[in-house]
């Protein structure tokens, strides 16, 4: 949609979209919230919606929502335009629209006459739902990590999301670090938990490709990550990624960044088709990118 603004009605919104399937946008949304109050920012363009929360400076979560997952776009800002608002009370209000039974679709405008997110449910057959969330200038502007690989190789590997969960919460320590080494001979991926006692998981390579599916990797590197940091990048994976058997993407970048990425699906349950605005009709494109980025601890670095 055009991002132009000519022969627009000023009092008419910026963003106008629709979704008919709200369940799996409350899946990707809380993917990234790792705990109860939680502010996030929001922006929006002709190409999508991306939502960013952070902490501490440490832990950043994006959350992609491409124009093709929605019935209808239509977008007529200018450029790109950001706000904050509540994560908690927008997955809340989401929830509110997620009623058994036949789904009807979710109208999202911005802003409303003082600058709120609208919410409302469309084609229902036995009640309108309608929502505000107020929204507010972001405090600070989300930091840009410019990930990049140390080497002409990439460092990475990819690991069923179950899998992945499963060695961190293994791994718990309060108040620990989490070493994550990996090495190309023997290849495997170490992650190692120090409390009262040592605990460490391996996923080598080549004993078992169903369980670390890609490997890819010329050196050792090792690096150290705040447990809670890394514990919140898989804490709140929705169960129809266990489902699914849908697979995690880990990439450990220069100076130690460390950037996980998850697939979250939007499809309705039961339709194997749907009319987006693109002309598409597969279920299977209707993916939201989740995307974590943590950085190591520098005191501990030892790659």
Same mark, same amino acid.
Request: charged share 25%.
């Given at each position: 949609?055009?991002?132009?603004?000519?022969?627009?009605?000023?009092?008419?919104?910026?963003? $106008?979209?629709?979704?008919?399937?709200?369940?799996?946008? /409350?899946?990707?949304?809380?993917? #990234?919230?790792?705990?109860?109050?939680?502010?996030?920012?929001?922006?929006?363009?002709?190409?999508?919606?991306?939502?960013? $929360?952070?902490?501490?400076?440490?832990?950043?979560?994006? !959350?992609?929502?491409?124009?093709?997952?929605?019935?209808?776009?239509?977008?007529?800002?200018?450029? &790109?335009?950001?706000?904050?608002?509540?994560?908690?009370?927008?997955?809340?209000?989401?929830?509110?629209?997620?009623?058994?039974?036949?789904? %009807?679709?979710?109208?999202?405008?911005?802003?409303?006459?003082?600058?709120?997110? =609208?919410?409302?449910? *469309?084609?229902?057959?036995?009640?309108?739902?309608?929502?505000?969330?107020?929204?507010?200038?972001?405090?600070?502007?989300?930091?840009?990590?410019?990930?990049?690989?140390?080497?002409?190789?990439? /460092?990475?590997?990819? #690991?069923?999301?179950?899998? =992945?969960?499963?060695?961190?919460?293994?791994?718990?320590?309060?108040?620990?670090?989490?070493?994550?080494?990996?090495?190309?001979?023997?290849?495997?991926?170490?992650?190692?938990?120090?409390?009262?006692?040592?605990?460490? !998981?391996?996923?080598?390579?080549?004993?078992?490709?169903?369980?670390?599916? $890609?490997?890819?990797?010329?050196?050792? /590197?090792?690096? &150290?990550?705040?447990?809670?940091?890394?514990?919140?990048?898989?804490?709140?994976?929705?169960? %129809?990624?266990?489902?699914?058997?849908?697979?995690?993407? *880990?990439?450990?970048?220069?100076?130690?960044?460390?950037?996980?990425?998850?697939? *979250? %699906?939007?499809?309705?349950?039961?339709?194997?088709?749907?009319?987006?605005?693109?002309?598409?009709?597969?279920?299977?494109? &209707?993916?939201?990118?989740?995307?974590?980025?943590?950085?190591?601890?520098?005191?501990?670095?030892?790659?």
């Amino acid at each position: 949609m055009s991002s132009s603004t000519s022969g627009r009605d000023d009092g008419a919104p910026d963003l $106008v979209c629709q979704i008919d399937c709200v369940h799996g946008m /409350v899946d990707a949304l809380s993917s #990234v919230r790792w705990k109860r109050h939680q502010d996030a920012v929001m922006e929006l363009s002709a190409h999508g919606i991306v939502l960013t $929360v952070e902490e501490s400076g440490c832990l950043q979560a994006k !959350v992609f929502l491409k124009r093709e997952l929605f019935v209808e776009y239509e977008y007529a800002g200018e450029g &790109r335009e950001r706000f904050g608002l509540s994560l908690g009370l927008f997955v809340d209000c989401l929830n509110i629209f997620s009623t058994p039974g036949p789904a %009807s679709a979710v109208e999202i405008r911005y802003p409303g006459p003082d600058m709120q997110l =609208l919410l409302k449910s *469309v084609d229902s057959q036995d009640a309108c739902l309608y929502a505000e969330i107020r929204t507010r200038i972001p405090d600070t502007i989300s930091w840009d990590y410019n990930f990049e690989h140390e080497g002409n190789t990439p /460092v990475t590997f990819t #690991v069923k999301s179950a899998v =992945l969960k499963e060695a961190l919460d293994d791994l718990e320590w309060p108040g620990s670090s989490i070493q994550i080494r990996m090495q190309p001979d023997p290849p495997t991926v170490v992650f190692k938990g120090e409390g009262h006692g040592d605990l460490q !998981v391996e996923f080598p390579y080549y004993a078992n490709t169903d369980l670390l599916i $890609v490997f890819q990797c010329d050196r050792e /590197v090792s690096y &150290r990550y705040k447990y809670k940091f890394l514990r919140a990048t898989t804490s709140n994976i929705p169960s %129809s990624v266990m489902k699914e058997n849908r697979r995690t993407k *880990v990439t450990i970048g220069r100076g130690g960044m460390l950037k996980i990425q998850h697939l *979250v %699906s939007l499809a309705r349950p039961g339709m194997p088709y749907f009319r987006n605005i693109g002309g598409g009709t597969e279920q299977t494109s &209707r993916i939201a990118h989740i995307e974590f980025f943590v950085k190591p601890e520098e005191d501990d670095n030892d790659a």
